[in-house]
């Protein structure tokens, strides 16, 4: 019934607004915002207070179209692999491809999220029969700067495992946009990256990370960044859909205190809040942790890392598998001992 009552809501402010008032009515703040929709509800200004992110999605929909796209059932479905048999298997399969869904991967610093970003950078580009999707990457970083390095250490394991890989086509098939700012993002967003889509063909887009450019604390950055967080969603998820590419975003990790205020009274949660956990699909969540092997000396104390569903409709809630950054890439330890003498 909620869910209705705001659908209503915003379609009543959009019929009322139109297209480009409400598109107006998104950018304002929200002193600013509120004698708008008084006029168009014939209430008060307390009564306002009642509108929800929810009701801000649903307004967003109405100028952009329908962004939650009807999930298309098929057993043949493209799946992007991790590039590891066990990480697969754990995920269905892979990664679902052309759905008009974000997948959002989330950790503190050295989980190794750009690792695996860079790997699926790689895997993307293999043919379909090993798990990619024989296409080009569009690739947006916000760091300032792209882990060549690192990249061509994975494109020489890579080369060596598929022979058929020619490691200066693999470097150049990644398309690197480097971002500074929110505004060049939402310019990025809006224009260049369809016409990188039209002309690359490219079916993976990643964005690392996302938090970076939302930084700011004032008060009327947050209401500010909760409407462009909106509408960077929105407009991912229509151009993801519309060009049948897989969407990869990145996220950091913040303290959020609970109960007492002490030092120890704090727990990991995702950067930018709801107004963004609304707009993914599927996240994870990537976590660093020590095995202990009791049995195997060599084994003992032995850092590894953990990848954990927080929330999908596709894969299990709450599922984890481990997994290991070494210099040839993101796998599982059973596939690293396997397949040490391949390498």
């Given at each position: ?212 450019l939302f930084r700011e ?12 967080l909106y509408r960077l ?111």
């Amino acid at each position: 019934m909620k869910q209705s009552l705001e659908e209503e809501e915003a379609r009543k402010v959009f019929e009322a607004l139109g297209t480009h008032k409400c598109k107006e009515l998104l950018l304002l703040c929200h002193s600013d915002i509120m004698p708008i929709l008084q006029t168009v509800f014939h209430v008060q200004k307390d009564d306002i207070f009642r509108l929800t992110p929810v009701f801000w999605q649903q307004l967003i929909s109405c100028i952009y179209g329908n962004v939650f796209l009807p999930y298309r059932v098929n057993c043949f479905q493209k799946r992007l692999s991790l590039g590891c048999p066990q990480l697969d298997k754990f995920l269905h399969g892979g990664l679902i491809v052309g759905q008009g869904q974000i997948f959002e991967f989330c950790g503190e610093a050295g989980v190794g999220k750009t690792q695996l970003m860079l790997q699926l950078s790689i895997v993307s580009q293999l043919e379909t029969k090993d798990g990619g999707l024989e296409s080009k990457v569009i690739y947006i970083c916000t760091s300032g700067r792209f882990p060549s390095s690192r990249l061509q250490q994975l494109i020489a394991a890579f080369v060596q495992r598929y022979p058929y890989l020619e490691a200066n086509l693999v470097a150049s098939h990644i398309i690197v946009e480097t971002v500074k700012s929110l505004e060049q993002l939402e310019v990025l967003v809006d224009s260049r990256l369809v016409y990188l889509l039209n002309n690359t063909h490219a079916k993976v887009i990643i964005i690392d990370s996302l938090a970076r450019l939302f930084r700011e604390t004032g008060l009327d950055a947050l209401q500010h960044r909760s409407l462009v967080l909106y509408r960077l969603g929105v407009q991912l998820k229509r151009i993801s859909y519309k060009h049948q590419a897989l969407l990869l975003v990145t996220n950091e990790m913040t303290g959020q205190p609970v109960g007492s205020f002490n030092a120890h009274n704090f727990v990991q949660t995702p950067c930018l809040g709801k107004a963004w956990k609304h707009n993914v699909n599927h996240r994870f969540y990537l976590k660093k942790m020590t095995l202990w092997n009791a049995f195997d000396e060599t084994q003992r104390n032995r850092e590894c890392r953990e990848l954990e569903v927080a929330f999908s409709p596709e894969y299990d809630s709450g599922c984890k598998i481990t997994y290991q950054i070494l210099l040839r890439g993101v796998c599982h330890p059973f596939t690293c001992g396997q397949e040490k003498n391949a390498w």
